[in-house]
């Protein structure tokens, strides 16, 4: 009996150490070949680029990081800093060491906007302040243009319109939104947003009870009657996020290209179907299969499919609650909308 029981516990405990392994093989921190041991950051780098310097698969630099309490800021890298490889108890670590001579965290007092961002942001910085997914309730609630000067119903830069309704904030400073695209989910048909598409920015310059004199500063085409009136979304901060895996059993659908492009490749900008709701956020990664083709069977007659392949992965960037934005790092084939996106 006790050797029945002995055998049992050592199979018990042969069976854990081995789920414990295949969990640690699953994590492991795989370095790229020929990685370096430290890099000196230079300005037009990306936080994708320099995790890529390192790491085979960018999105673990979370894993990697190690934050230094002596800098403030820690999660900041700024050109001229050193990022340092080290191993802490046979793992790799990541640290920084600042450029030039900081005693203190109150030392480093560089400029916010002179971080580096996790992607370059000429490819995103028109989605992260022109570009919204709104509700219902947001685009049936905000002011709307009502009409102009001299009864026009287009206006441009440096006219004047007015619109009719309760505004989002008490900022002077506001934009006018379109309604572009409905969102709905390809395989339940649930309603995830209405894609908003600024078209001027504009100065307050009078209310009347519900009535709003807006002047219109900065036109990306002519204002109509019923654009809407909402806060200028603010692009900064959301620029400085590290990139990470998405939630483990995430995955979605390509909605759209942003841009008015056809096909999607490198550096292009596309709308997911996930959002905050399934507990994604900016600087999540995902793997983008190409789904595959349907083609006649020679022999029988029948459609099949064939398999989904991998085709580039990317990264969000600006998440709202059902739908987010993304930004294609890499591509090894052409991809399109309805390709489906997973954890990398």
């Not at 300005?43 to 680029?49: I, R, S, V």
């Not at 004047?160 to 309760?166: L, Q």
Request: hydrophobic content about 40%; aromatic content about 8%.
């Amino acid at each position: 009996m006790k050797k029945l029981l002995c055998g049992l516990l050592t199979c018990l405990l042969l069976l854990t150490v081995s789920v414990a392994n295949a969990e640690v093989r699953k994590d492991r921190i795989q370095l790229r070949e020929n990685y370096p041991t430290e890099y000196v950051v230079v300005k037009g780098d990306t936080l994708w680029d320099i995790s890529g310097r390192f790491l085979q698969h960018p999105w673990q630099w979370p894993d990697v990081w190690d934050v230094n309490p002596q800098i403030y800021n820690p999660h900041l890298i700024y050109p001229g800093d050193i990022i340092y490889l080290s191993w802490i108890n046979g793992q790799p670590r990541l640290s920084l060491r600042p450029g030039g001579t900081r005693l203190s965290p109150k030392a480093r007092v560089s400029p916010l906007d002179d971080a580096i961002p996790a992607i370059p942001l000429k490819d995103i910085i028109a989605f992260l302040s022109d570009h919204l997914v709104a509700d219902e309730d947001l685009l049936n609630n905000a002011p709307y243009v009502v009409g102009g000067r001299n009864d026009r119903i287009l206006a441009g830069a440096g006219d004047r319109v007015y619109a009719r309704g309760e505004l989002k904030s008490d900022e002077r400073l506001q934009a006018l939104y379109r309604p572009a695209t409905e969102y709905r989910d390809p395989v339940t048909g649930e309603f995830l947003g209405y894609e908003m598409l600024k078209i001027a920015d504009t100065a307050i310059p009078a209310q009347e009870k519900d009535i709003i004199t807006l002047d219109l500063r900065k036109t990306r085409e002519e204002v109509r009657l019923l654009d809407r009136v909402l806060p200028i979304e603010e692009s900064r901060i959301q620029s400085l996020f590290q990139p990470s895996a998405v939630p483990e059993g995430t995955e979605g659908l390509i909605l759209s290209v942003l841009g008015g492009v056809a096909k999607i490749g490198q550096f292009n900008a596309v709308a997911v179907n996930v959002g905050a709701r399934d507990s994604v956020e900016a600087g999540n990664v995902m793997s983008i299969y190409r789904t595959g083709e349907k083609v006649r069977d020679p022999v029988t007659g029948e459609r099949i499919a064939l398999p989904d392949e991998r085709a580039g992965l990317l990264m969000l960037f600006k998440v709202f609650d059902k739908v987010s934005y993304g930004l294609v790092l890499n591509a090894s084939n052409v991809m399109s909308v309805g390709d489906k996106v997973f954890e990398p």
